[in-house]
C-alpha cells in the first residue's frame, strides 16, 4: 500500500514538470467590465443592458459586468463636461436630449463612431436629427437611441367617475370640464414639458401650413392657448418625472407628458384605467447615446453601442420606447413604430412645420415665459379663467378673455421677439409676472359683468353671438359665485 502511494506521488510530481505552468496557474477567466452614465429609469435601462449581457455573452463567449452611474439628464452633461475627455468614470454617456449631447460633441467629449446597423437610422425624422451629421465626411459622434413623442395622459376611472370625456385633442384642455384636473411640470424644470409647449406653439402658428417655421412666424395664438390650460391646470411640479405618478394615483384626470413615462405607468396598469394619446399633434426627439472620450473600456463600448442601435436591441428599447433602427418592431403593442416599410409611419400625428434650430433658440426664453407669465401667477390664473369659464355674457366674456390672454408688453407675438427676450434681465422677468398678475385681475373683474341680456354663451369659447344693451341682471352674481362653489366641491373629491 506505501509502494502504491509512493509511486502516485511520485507519478503527480512527474506529471507536473511535464505539464505547462500556465495549465497549473491558470484562475477563471474575469468577466469584461463597461460603465454607463445615464438618467434613464431602472426598469428601462436594466431591461436593455440585461439584454445586452446575453448578446455579449453569445457574441463573445465572455460575460461582462455592466455598472451604472444614474443622474438627470442635465447632470450627466455636467459630468462628461467635468472629465473633459480624461479618464472619464464612464465609457458611455446614454440618454439626455440632442441640445446636450450637441453641447457634448461641441466641447469635444463624444467619440466618432460608426455602429454596425448604421445604414438603419437616418440621417433625419421631422427636421430631428437621429444621429450626428454635422461632419458628414466623418463618423458620427452619437446616435438616437430611442425616439419620443409628447401627449395626453389619463386616468379614465377618474374622468369616468366625474363624467368627463378623455382628452383626444389639444383643444380639450381648454375646456371648462377640465378645470382642475389638469398636472404638468413647470417647463423651468422640464425640458420634456417645455419641448411640449414649443411643439404646440409651431402647430398654432400662422405658419402651420408651410414646410418650414421661419423667425417671423406669429405664434401669439400659441401662447394665448396656453395661457388657457394655464387656467385649467390644478397643479404644477418641479419635475416631469412626477407627472405621470399623480395620475395614475388618481389625484389628477389629466398631464401633459413625454409619451414613455405613460408607457411605463399603463404597463403596469390594469388594462383601461390609464391611457395616451398625442393629441392629434406632436413631433419626434432623439435620445441620444455616445462613446465617451477616454473611454476606458473601448472595445465593450462599441459593442454596446452596437447592440443598442441594432434591430435586436432596438426591439428591447421597444418595450418602453418607439424605436430609432426603421427595421425594429417595438416589443410593446402600445408603443406605436416611428417606421413602417423605412418610411415614416403616416399614422403618427406629426405637426407640420417644425424647425429644430429655432427650436433650440427658443427652449430658454419658452420655459422662462411660461413660469414668470403662468406659473408665478397660478392662484390669479386659475380664478381668472374660471370666471371667464363661467361668463354667462358674450360680451364680458370676450373682453375677458382678450385681458387673460394680453401678451407681455416686451413681447410682439412672433419667433424672433421670443428669441430676443433677454431672460438674464431680472427686471424684464419680473415685469412678465407683474403684468400677468394685473391682466388676470382685470380679466376676472370684466368676466363677471353683465352686458348682453339677451346673450349667453355656455361653449367656454367666448364667443359672442348676439349684442343688445347694456343691463345688469339682479342677483346673477350670487348665481355664478354658487355655481361656482358646487363646481370645486365635485372637482375636488377626487383629491388626495
Known amino acids: 500500500m506505501k509502494r502504491m502511494l509512493k509511486i502516485s506521488i511520485i507519478g503527480i510530481l512527474a506529471l507536473a514538470f511535464v505539464m505547462p505552468t500556465n495549465a497549473i496557474l491558470a484562475a477563471p477567466k474575469q468577466a469584461d467590465t ?108 452619437w446616435y438616437g437611441a430611442a425616439v419620443s413623442g409628447f401627449g395626453i395622459m389619463y386616468n379614465e376611472e377618474y374622468l369616468g367617475e366625474l363624467g368627463i370625456a378623455i382628452p383626444k385633442t389639444w383643444d380639450d384642455l381648454i375646456k371648462p370640464e377640465y378645470h382642475d384636473h389638469i398636472v404638468m411640470a413647470n417647463p423651468a424644470a422640464s425640458g420634456s414639458t417645455t419641448a411640449a409647449v414649443e411643439m404646440v406653439l409651431a402647430d398654432k402658428s400662422d405658419q402651420n401650413t408651410d414646410v418650414n417655421l421661419t423667425a417671423a412666424a406669429d405664434i401669439s395664438e400659441g401662447w394665448a ?47 383601461g384605467t390609464i391611457g395616451f394619446n398625442y393629441g392629434g399633434a406632436s413631433t419626434f426627439s432623439p435620445d441620444p447615446i455616445a462613446i465617451l472620450v477616454g473611454a476606458a473600456q473601448q472595445t465593450q463600448a462599441e459593442a454596446f453601442m452596437d447592440y443598442v442601435m441594432s ?46 434650430t429655432l427650436d433650440g433658440q427658443m427652449k430658454t426664453p419658452t420655459r422662462n415665459l411660461f413660469d414668470k407669465w403662468f406659473v408665478q401667477n397660478e392662484a390669479k390664473a386659475t380664478a381668472s379663467y374660471k370666471a371667464i369659464l363661467d361668463a354667462t355674457d358674450a360680451t364680458a366674456k370676450s373682453n375677458a378673455l382678450g385681458l ?14 421670443l428669441i430676443d427676450q433677454d431672460t438674464t434681465n431680472a427686471t424684464l422677468t419680473t415685469l412678465w409676472t407683474t403684468e400677468g398678475a394685473v391682466n388676470f385681475d382685470a380679466a376676472k373683474a370684466e368676466a363677471v359683468k353683465i352686458y348682453d341680456t339677451g346673450t349667453t354663451d355656455v361653449s367656454g369659447t367666448g364667443d359672442p353671438t348676439t349684442t343688445t344693451t347694456d343691463t345688469q341682471v339682479p342677483g346673477i352674481e350670487a348665481l355664478i359665485f354658487l355655481a361656482t362653489i358646487g363646481t370645486l366641491v365635485i372637482s375636488r373629491r377626487r383629491r388626495k
Open 34 to 141: 463597461l460603465v454607463i452614465i445615464h438618467p434613464h429609469s431602472a426598469d428601462f435601462a436594466g431591461y436593455v443592458i440585461s439584454g445586452f449581457k446575453a448578446w455579449y455573452k453569445s457574441s463573445t463567449g465572455n460575460d461582462i459586468i455592466v455598472d451604472t452611474i444614474e443622474k438627470s439628464s442635465y447632470s450627466c452633461y455636467l459630468e462628461v463636461k467635468g472629465w473633459g475627455g480624461v479618464s472619464p468614470l464612464a465609457d458611455i454617456w446614454w440618454g439626455g436630449g440632442e441640445g446636450l449631447f450637441e453641447d457634448g460633441r461641441e466641447d469635444g467629449n463624444l467619440q466618432r463612431y460608426e455602429v454596425a446597423e448604421d445604414e438603419n437610422i437616418t440621417s433625419h425624422l421631422a427636421d430631428w436629427h437621429m444621429k450626428d451629421d454635422s461632419d458628414p465626411t466623418l463618423d458620427p459622434s
Open 404 to 417: 387673460y390672454t394680453t401678451l407681455p408688453s416686451t413681447f410682439d407675438g412672433t419667433i424672433a421677439s
Open 225 to 271: 392657448y396656453w395661457a388657457k390650460v394655464a387656467g385649467n391646470v390644478g397643479e404644477y411640479t418641479t419635475s416631469s418625472s412626477l407627472v405621470p405618478a399623480l395620475v395614475y394615483e388618481g389625484t389628477y384626470g389629466v398631464a401633459i407628458t413625454i409619451d414613455y413615462y405613460a408607457w411605463a405607468k399603463i404597463a403596469i396598469s390594469v388594462p
Open 311 to 356: 434591430t435586436e436591441g432596438q426591439e428591447k428599447v421597444g418595450k418602453y420606447r418607439i424605436p430609432a433602427n426603421s427595421k425594429a418592431v417595438p416589443e410593446s403593442l402600445a408603443i406605436p413604430q416611428a417606421w413602417v416599410d423605412g418610411s415614416v409611419n403616416p399614422d403618427f400625428p406629426l405637426i407640420n412645420p417644425f424647425n429644430v
